[in-house]
């Protein structure tokens, strides 16, 4: 697949605090599309989003927005086109929901109260249709934090939605919304908005989900476009007696006393030839775990006696 | 359009068959544009890209020409290259099927009969 433009470009992004180092030369968000990174707990998904919203101001690199902004900083024009959704208390504990809304429209030149307040109610934010409710952001559940967040960001002119885990707190249903919402977002944009999540439900945004960045351990390991990642790696399923000879040609291996999974690269399939196999197109989720499997620090074939 | 997400054929391929099945038929009409790629993602609920990539098979196929900036065109359709098109990809079949029979040492007058009794199953 080719794209014309990045949304966000980076050049050699770096920041290391502890035993922890990110690490990402290249960097490119397509423009008009929804970008999924996905990774581990702790695998600096979190750090780069931070990075790119400008939270983070300590790492080193490039970064340019919109194809002419050079760096967060640069102009207010950045800040202002990009919608934040977060994990952490973006908004202050004790404001209460009437308050998150006078400050973003203080903040915010394109907020647009009328918006928010129909988002609120359509996200069943518990508002009914008051806007004096006196309810604080500490009092609502991380579900709530989330839809309040994206209430503020949705009710504003953005070219893009930068968000940390939004499927996480959230429900099923309300998982499912959001993906509603994310592409109901681009297809009025027209090609000229974009949408960058991080998520460890891959699952649950894979329907979204157009370009796949997968980061282990401060790095971008792989990434694509979804329906190129799909073609680039196939499913192998084989019996026991192949298991060890498969394990020399898989990407990664799930192995039982009754054969082998796992995914191939599969410029590679032809390695199989004589062997029984049975091949599967997989998931976005499939791809992931192969990758975050080949690269993990997780021991996951030893038996713990548990 | 029913997508099925769980049926082995890969979503895109099913929009192109589909939208292919549309322009043949004329439900999708010549010199026409497609809906809008994140339009469509939205309506099906599925991702830009895969949309995108079955527009692109159109386009390979020549149904439809992609329009920078301006989406996907359907192309007038040549009935009679189309058909010809459709016979070839019958002959392979049979052809195919021929072969698998010769292999199995399944003789012709037995192969005539299962045709027959598929084409009967068909209707």
């Given at each position: 697949m080719?794209?014309?433009?990045?949304?966000?470009?980076?050049?050699?992004?770096?920041k290391?605090?502890g035993?922890?180092?990110?690490?990402?030369?290249?960097l490119?968000?397509p423009?008009?599309?929804?970008?999924a990174l996905?990774?581990?707990?702790g695998?600096?998904?979190?750090?780069?989003?931070n990075i790119?919203?400008g939270l983070r101001?300590?790492?080193?690199?490039e970064?340019?927005?919109f194809?002419?902004?050079?760096g967060?900083?640069s102009?207010n024009?950045?800040?202002?086109?990009?919608g934040y959704?977060g994990?952490?208390?973006?908004?202050l504990?004790?404001?209460?929901?009437?308050?998150v809304?006078?400050?973003?429209?203080?903040?915010?030149?394109?907020?647009?109260?009328?918006k928010f307040?129909?988002?609120?109610d359509?996200?069943?934010?518990?508002?009914?249709?008051?806007?004096?409710?006196?309810?604080?952001?500490?009092?609502?559940?991380?579900g709530?934090?989330?839809?309040?967040?994206?209430?503020?960001?949705?009710?504003?002119?953005?070219?893009?939605?930068i968000?940390?885990?939004?499927?996480?707190?959230?429900d099923?249903l309300?998982?499912d919304?959001l993906?509603?919402?994310?592409?109901?977002?681009?297809?009025?944009?027209n090609?000229?908005?974009s949408?960058?999540?991080?998520?460890?439900?891959v699952?649950?945004?894979?329907?979204?989900?157009?370009?796949?960045?997968i980061?282990?351990q401060?790095?971008?390991?792989e990434?694509?476009?979804?329906?190129?990642?799909?073609?680039k790696?196939?499913?192998?399923k084989g019996e026991?007696?192949?298991?060890?000879?498969a394990?020399n040609?898989?990407?990664?291996?799930?192995?039982?006393?009754?054969g082998f999974?796992g995914?191939c690269?599969?410029?590679?399939?032809?390695?199989?030839a004589?062997?029984?196999i049975?091949?599967?197109?997989?998931?976005?989720t499939d791809?992931?775990v192969?990758?975050?499997?080949?690269?993990?620090?997780?021991?996951?074939?030893e038996?713990l006696?548990? | 359009?029913?997508?099925l997400?769980?049926?082995?054929v890969?979503?895109y391929?099913q929009?192109?068959?589909?939208?292919k099945?549309?322009?043949?038929?004329?439900?999708?009409?010549?010199n026409?544009y497609?809906?809008?790629?994140?339009?469509l993602a939205?309506?099906?609920?599925?991702?830009?890209?895969t949309?995108?990539?079955?527009?692109?098979?159109?386009?390979e196929?020549g149904?439809?020409?992609?329009?920078?900036?301006?989406?996907?065109?359907?192309?007038?359709?040549d009935?009679e290259?189309?058909?010809e098109q459709?016979?070839?990809r019958?002959?392979?079949g049979?052809?195919?099927?021929?072969?698998?029979?010769k292999?199995?040492?399944?003789?012709s007058?037995e192969l005539?009969?299962?045709l027959?009794?598929?084409?009967e199953?068909?209707?």
């Amino acid at each position: 697949m080719n794209y014309y433009e990045d949304v966000i470009t980076g050049k050699d992004i770096h920041k290391s605090f502890g035993k922890f180092t990110l690490s990402v030369p290249e960097l490119h968000i397509p423009k008009g599309f929804a970008t999924a990174l996905i990774g581990e707990n702790g695998a600096g998904k979190t750090t780069l989003l931070n990075i790119l919203t400008g939270l983070r101001l300590d790492a080193k690199g490039e970064l340019t927005y919109f194809g002419k902004y050079e760096g967060v900083e640069s102009d207010n024009y950045v800040k202002d086109a990009i919608g934040y959704i977060g994990a952490g208390n973006y908004y202050l504990p004790h404001w209460t929901t009437k308050q998150v809304c006078e400050i973003t429209s203080l903040l915010f030149d394109s907020f647009d109260k009328k918006k928010f307040e129909a988002i609120a109610d359509a996200l069943a934010l518990d508002w009914k249709g008051k806007m004096n409710m006196p309810k604080k952001v500490s009092e609502l559940s991380d579900g709530n934090k989330v839809k309040l967040m994206l209430c503020g960001a949705l009710a504003r002119k953005t070219e893009m939605l930068i968000m940390d885990e939004p499927a996480s707190p959230l429900d099923p249903l309300m998982r499912d919304r959001l993906c509603d919402l994310i592409r109901e977002y681009l297809k009025n944009g027209n090609g000229e908005r974009s949408a960058f999540f991080s998520t460890h439900n891959v699952a649950d945004m894979e329907s979204v989900t157009d370009y796949a960045m997968i980061m282990e351990q401060g790095k971008i390991v792989e990434e694509g476009f979804v329906e190129d990642l799909k073609e680039k790696y196939i499913i192998v399923k084989g019996e026991s007696e192949d298991t060890a000879k498969a394990r020399n040609i898989l990407y990664s291996i799930s192995e039982s006393n009754y054969g082998f999974s796992g995914v191939c690269l599969a410029d590679r399939l032809n390695e199989f030839a004589g062997m029984n196999i049975q091949t599967e197109r997989p998931t976005l989720t499939d791809i992931s775990v192969a990758v975050m499997k080949a690269h993990s620090k997780l021991k996951l074939t030893e038996s713990l006696a548990i | 359009m029913v997508i099925l997400q769980n049926s082995g054929v890969p979503i895109y391929l099913q929009i192109a068959e589909q939208m292919k099945a549309d322009i043949i038929s004329g439900k999708i009409k010549q010199n026409e544009y497609l809906p809008s790629i994140r339009g469509l993602a939205k309506d099906l609920r599925i991702s830009v890209i895969t949309t995108m990539k079955a527009y692109d098979e159109l386009a390979e196929e020549g149904y439809v020409t992609a329009v920078q900036g301006k989406g996907y065109l359907v192309n007038p359709q040549d009935t009679e290259m189309m058909r010809e098109q459709h016979l070839r990809r019958v002959e392979d079949g049979l052809t195919d099927a021929i072969k698998a029979a010769k292999l199995a040492g399944i003789g012709s007058e037995e192969l005539k009969n299962m045709l027959e009794v598929l084409l009967e199953d068909d209707q």
